[in-house]
């Protein structure tokens, strides 16, 4: 998938990195973590399957999980 769409989600990816780190995240790209002594955090976009390179669908997944829990499964 290349194109003009592709090229505006790269953009927008590396215009989110600094506030991401600013903001104290971890990562690069789709794919960032927030370290915390007590939970697993972390923020991953994904692009829909169904994009194009006219139209890309994502969504932000936030995901929150504590380490007691990770660990006891």
């Not at 972390?42 to 990770?70: A, C, M, P």
Request: no cysteine; net charge negative; proline share 4%.
């Amino acid at each position: 998938m290349t194109g003009q769409a592709e090229a505006a989600f790269k953009a927008l990816m590396a215009d989110l990195s600094p506030v991401m780190r600013a903001a104290g995240w971890v990562g690069s790209g789709q794919k960032w973590q927030k370290p915390d002594p007590d939970n697993w955090v972390l923020w991953i976009w994904q692009k829909s399957r169904y994009s194009t390179s006219e139209s890309i669908e994502f969504t932000g997944n936030l995901h929150v999980v504590t380490k007691d829990w990770y660990d006891s499964q």
